[in-house]
């Protein structure tokens, strides 16, 4: 009879073969790979969340819109978010009334279609890495059972040269192709979590920048209406 030892986590992936050894070497490099994604994704969307809180703070605070483009461009730090939108947008706005000749509905056209630009950016890095923690979720638990269905098939082959079979002797190699499984799932799982909270998290953040972008346009419109 094997020993505790024998069937033990590391010895049975050192026993498996070699192709189910690189489908477990897979799985684990794309479960590495997917947490350093979910971390760094938390990270950002979490300061994007938190930049957008406190840019809306000194928006709304009726300051002047001018001297916040100039705090902006004053900062240290690179302007991320909603504050990107509003500098494309203001940008914009303030050269073409620069000009002499500029046509309100002219003015408005070029600004929109600047914060469009921004704001597809902005959209971009909020969904930066989801479309490959999506491909970890459903792919690995396939790769994983493609890495069980194999160290099975091999474990029955054996028992070609067996004179006579008993669970022990197809015990270790079953085992060693379920944790192949195992794997896939231990890969697939934290994956398709991180995804849906991420995706509604991006989208949660879309729309907001969607809602300010409209609202800036409207104080735009009014402003450059009111002086022409």
Known sequence: MNTPEQLSIWSLIADASLLVQMVMALLFLASIVSWVMIVQRGIYQNSAAQAMKEFERHFWS??????????GSGKDTQTEGVENIFRAGFKEFSRLRQQSSADPDAVMEGVQRAM???LAREEEKL???LP???SVASVSPYVGLFGTVWGIMNSFRGLANVHQATLATVAPGISE???ATAMGLFAAIPAVLAYNKFSAKAESLSAAYETFSDEFIAILHRQVHAKS
Not at 62 to 71: E, F, P, S
Request: net charge neutral; aromatic share 10%; glycine share 10%.
């Open 127 to 129: 969904e930066a890495h």
């Open 62 to 71: 009726g300051g002047d819109l001018n001297q916040l483009y100039r705090q």
């Open 177 to 179: 192709a379920l944790v």
């Open 132 to 134: 490959f923690l999506a």
């Open 116 to 118: 469009r630009v921004a």
